[in-house]
C-alpha cells in the first residue's frame, strides 16, 4: 500500500530519530486492511499480519505489542519512534525505502484489481477511480491517466462505489475478494489484475540494522520450513501467491 512523497522534514526525522534496541518491539499496524490486519470483536489487532507477526517475534526471541495506527500517518510516526516497525500489509517501494528500511518479503507480490457496480462496464482510464490515500493503487491511479479519488480508510473507497462518487475502486485483490462475494452481486471485478510493487516487508527505521536482520532471519526460518506458505494459505486460501 502507500506512496507518495514524503517531504524534507520527514527525511530530517528519519535521520534524527533516535533509536533504542530493546527486547519489547512496538508492531505498528492499520488494523483496517483484512485479511492482512484487522480489529477482532474483542478489540484486538488480527489477521494475518498478527499472526504472522507473533510468530515473528517469537522465532526472534522479541516481546512484541501491538500499536494501531491510521494509515496516512504509519511513515511519519515510525521514523519519529511511536513504535519500532510496520507490519501492515506496505508493498516495498524506492520512494518508501528511501525514507525508512525493509525487511525481506514475507508475502509475494499480489495483484490489484479494479471493482465496480456490477454491469456498469465503467472506464479505467478516463473515469474516476477511488484508491486509499499513500498507497501504490493511488500511485498507479495517478499516473494511468483517470481522475483519482482519495480516501483516508479502504472502507471509504468501497463506499464510494456503491454511493457513485466513484466508477470503481483499486486495491489488493485479496482485499476485495470477501466484498465481491458478500455484495450479493452488487459488486463485481472490473478489467485486468495489476501487479504493483516487490511484495510486502516490515517497516523498520533506517538506523535499526539489528532489528531487521532479526526480523529477516525469522522469515527465512519461515520460509525453509514452510510455516509461512501455510499462514499465507490459511488466511488467503489454497491459491494464494506463496514462496517457493
Not at 56 to 71: D, G, T, Y
Not at 143 to 158: K, R
Request: charge should be negative; charged fraction near 25%; glycine fraction near 10%.
Amino acid at each position: 500500500m502507500i506512496l507518495k512523497s514524503l517531504g524534507t522534514t520527514l527525511g530530517v526525522m528519519a535521520l534524527t530519530a533516535t533509536v533504542a534496541m530493546s527486547d519489547t518491539v512496538r508492531m505498528g499496524t492499520e488494523g483496517a486492511y483484512p485479511p492482512y490486519n484487522f480489529v477482532n470483536d474483542k478489540g484486538e489487532i488480527d489477521g494475518f499480519e498478527r499472526e504472522l507477526g507473533d510468530e515473528l517475534c517469537a522465532r526472534a526471541e522479541l516481546e512484541c505489542v501491538w500499536v494501531k495506527n491510521e494509515w496516512d500517518s504509519i511513515i511519519p510516526n515510525l521514523v519519529s519512534g511511536n513504535y519500532d516497525t510496520i507490519i501492515a500489509g506496505m508493498s516495498i517501494t524506492e520512494e518508501r525505502d528511501a525514507v525508512i528500511d525493509f525487511s525481506d518479503a514475507y508475502f509475494p507480490s499480489d495483484p490489484s484489481a479494479y471493482v465496480g457496480l456490477a454491469g456498469a462496464d465503467p472506464a479505467l482510464i478516463n473515469g474516476v477511480v477511488a484508491a486509499q490515500i499513500n498507497t501504490i493503487q493511488a500511485s498507479h491511479v495517478a499516473s494511468s491517466g483517470a481522475q483519482l479519488m482519495e480516501f483516508a480508510s479502504p472502507d471509504e473507497t468501497v463506499a464510494a462505489v456503491r454511493n457513485g462518487q466513484a466508477d470503481t475502486a483499486l486495491a489488493d485483490k485479496a482485499f476485495w475478494e470477501p466484498i465481491v462475494a458478500e455484495s450479493n452481486g452488487e459488486l463485481e471485478f472490473v478489467g485486468e489484475d495489476i501487479v504493483l510493487g516487490a511484495g510486502i516487508g516490515v517497516g523498520v527505521r533506517e538506523s535499526d540494522g539489528e532489528l531487521k536482520a532479526k526480523f529477516n532471519t525469522a522469515i527465512a526460518s519461515m520460509k525453509e520450513d514452510g510455516s509461512l506458505n501455510t499462514i499465507i494459505k490459511k488466511w488467503f486460501g489454497e491459491d494464494a501467491a506463496t514462496f517457493e
